[in-house]
């Protein structure tokens, strides 16, 4: 049976770790006949559970035990997309996001439990354009910091809401741009430049060398931290002819320093298309312990005919080395997994593992015709970020619904709520 994973890149909590879910293209087409939604833009209120999903011929569909459906829980009243989403109680809800102006706007949204409002950002985090991104730091404290992306602000400063206020954060990390995770306040790991990551222990960040460039960092346990990324030395980058083949590469840290791990060797079969390249993007801790790796193996495409196609790697680490995943069933073999909870594993795509290893689609909801969506639209729901709220079942997500339609596209960004046996 397939392990489900704890988390994806963040969002998920197990073995008391808390840090960000980047959600990885949640796409997936809205039909004119999908679901529909009472839900106006700018609506303050989460939309119920009452409306019946359909079979697609206009008659409700047999509820199921695994039946899920994103809900949504806001339509934004502006021309955007929502970026990320903070949750520290189901009446303590962050969106934040961009306005479709021609030039970088920022917006930041608030729900209380009743209405969401448009807010300011924090002055403490100083000018910004774009969106600024959530770090959650315990269950108590959500951080807010500048876009990787943002020029001309400082990038230590970063802002801290505790529930009631935004304050400055006292000790953010040193040129941290990078990924995050934080195990409690006390104990945050981020990656900052190359081959670098800094760990905060309560009192002051240390700075760590890795022995190659990283992508991502997951902490399995007490000094039993993993990177992945991708090497340009070492054996099978060598191709002949000053041309070479970038591999996989893995990197633990064992409470003194970052050591480099064997990691399998990607290669495609002679003819080696152009420019080959493969190395590993996420890791990931499951609920038992178990630390699974993804990756990629690609090319530069459109220069050979036919064209191989691209590999995708998953690995799992057995305890002494990396060996290849049991693929999840169906639709979920190679998605990449983007949070966990007790009963199953959210996937890219809008797919979910349950635990008896059923892969299910999440359905969704078509936006309603007043915010201009005609009803033969095309519809595709992208969702950003998702995040459960602490001691709950309960997930919330962000993202937006690209409408596609002749004469009118627009881009409506939404907070959506998961729904079970609907």
């Given at each position: 049976?397939?392990?489900?994973?704890?988390?994806?890149?963040?969002?998920?909590?197990?073995?008391?770790?808390?840090?960000?879910?980047?959600?990885?293209?949640?796409?997936?087409?809205?039909?004119?006949?999908?679901?529909?939604?009472?839900?106006?833009?700018?609506?303050?209120?989460?939309?119920?559970?009452?409306?019946?999903?359909?079979?697609?011929?206009?008659?409700?569909?047999?509820?199921?035990?695994?039946?899920?459906?994103?809900?949504?829980a806001h339509i934004a009243?502006?021309?955007?997309?929502?970026?990320?989403?903070?949750?520290?109680?189901?009446?303590?809800?962050?969106?934040?996001?961009?306005?479709?102006?021609?030039?970088?706007?920022?917006?930041?949204?608030?729900?209380?439990?009743?209405?969401?409002?448009?807010?300011?950002?924090?002055?403490?985090?100083?000018?910004?354009?774009?969106?600024?991104?959530?770090?959650?730091?315990?269950?108590?404290?959500?951080?807010?910091?500048?876009?990787?992306?943002?020029?001309?602000?400082?990038?230590?400063?970063?802002?801290?809401?505790?529930?009631?206020?935004?304050?400055?954060?006292?000790?953010?990390?040193?040129?941290?741009?990078?990924?995050?995770?934080?195990?409690?306040?006390?104990?945050?790991?981020?990656?900052?430049?190359?081959?670098?990551?800094?760990?905060?222990?309560?009192?002051?960040?240390?700075?760590?060398?890795?022995?190659?460039?990283?992508?991502?960092?997951?902490?399995?346990?007490?000094?039993?931290?993993?990177?992945?990324?991708?090497?340009?030395?070492?054996?099978?980058?060598?191709?002949?002819?000053?041309?070479?083949?970038?591999?996989?590469?893995?990197?633990?840290?064992?409470?003194?320093?970052?050591?480099?791990?064997?990691?399998?060797?990607?290669?495609?079969?002679?003819?080696?298309?152009?420019?080959?390249?493969?190395?590993?993007?996420?890791?990931?801790?499951?609920?038992?312990?178990?630390?699974?790796?993804?990756?990629?193996?690609?090319?530069?495409?459109?220069?050979?005919?036919?064209?191989?196609?691209?590999?995708?790697?998953?690995?799992?680490?057995d305890g002494t080395k990396?060996?290849?995943?049991?693929?999840?069933?169906?639709?979920?073999?190679?998605?990449?997994?983007?949070?966990?909870?007790?009963?199953?594993?959210?996937?890219?795509?809008?797919?979910?593992?349950?635990?008896?290893?059923?892969?299910?689609?999440?359905?969704?909801?078509?936006?309603?015709?007043?915010?201009?969506?005609?009803?033969?639209?095309?519809?595709?729901?992208?969702?950003?970020?998702?995040?459960?709220?602490?001691?709950?079942?309960?997930?919330?997500?962000?993202?937006?619904?690209?409408?596609?339609?002749?004469?009118?596209?627009?881009?409506?960004?939404?907070?959506?709520?998961?729904?079970?046996?609907?």
């Open positions: 049976m397939h392990t489900p994973v704890r988390i994806a890149h963040g969002h998920g909590h197990g073995h008391g770790h808390v840090r960000r879910a980047a959600v990885i293209a949640l796409a997936a087409a809205l039909t004119a006949a999908g679901c529909g939604t009472s839900s106006g833009p700018g609506d303050s209120r989460p939309t119920g559970t009452g409306s019946a999903a359909t079979d697609g011929k206009g008659s409700a569909s047999k509820p199921s035990a695994h039946a899920l459906t994103w809900e949504f009243d502006f021309n955007g997309e929502l970026t990320d989403i903070g949750v520290l109680a189901e009446d303590d809800i962050w969106a934040v996001g961009m306005e479709n102006t021609g030039t970088p706007n920022a917006q930041l949204l608030h729900y209380d439990g009743t209405t969401w409002t448009r807010e300011p950002l924090p002055e403490a985090l100083g000018p910004t354009d774009y969106p600024p991104v959530f770090e959650e730091v315990g269950d108590e404290t959500l951080w807010l910091r500048p876009h990787k992306y943002q020029t001309g602000a400082a990038p230590t400063r970063w802002a801290q809401w505790d529930g009631t206020r935004w304050s400055a954060v006292p000790n953010p990390p040193p040129d941290g741009s990078g990924e995050l995770e934080a195990t409690a306040p006390d104990d945050i790991w981020t990656l900052s430049g190359e081959q670098t990551a800094q760990h905060w222990d309560g009192t002051r960040w240390t700075a760590t060398r890795l022995p190659y460039d990283p992508s991502d960092l997951a902490v399995a346990g007490p000094d039993d931290v993993w990177a992945v990324g991708g090497r340009s030395t070492g054996p099978g980058t060598e191709l002949g002819y000053g041309e070479s083949y970038s591999q996989p590469a893995s990197m633990h840290w064992d409470g003194t320093s970052w050591k480099a791990v064997d990691t399998p060797q990607a290669r495609f079969e002679e003819p080696i298309p152009p420019e080959p390249s493969a190395g590993l993007t996420r890791v990931f801790v499951l609920d038992s312990g178990e630390v699974r790796a993804y990756g990629r193996n690609s090319f530069n495409h459109g220069e050979v005919e036919p064209e191989p196609a691209d590999q995708d790697i998953l690995l799992r680490w990396w060996v290849d995943q049991e693929p999840a069933p169906d639709q979920c073999a190679t998605r990449l997994p983007v949070a966990q909870e007790a009963g199953g594993l959210f996937l890219d795509g809008n797919w979910y593992l349950t635990g008896d290893d059923r892969c299910v689609k999440i359905k969704r909801h078509r936006l309603p015709l007043s915010t201009g969506a005609r009803k033969e639209s095309n519809q595709m729901l992208w969702l950003r970020e998702i995040h459960r709220v602490p001691g709950t079942d309960e997930w919330w997500g962000a993202g937006h619904v690209q409408v596609n339609q002749s004469g009118d596209p627009f881009s409506a960004p939404v907070v959506v709520r998961l729904v079970r046996g609907g």
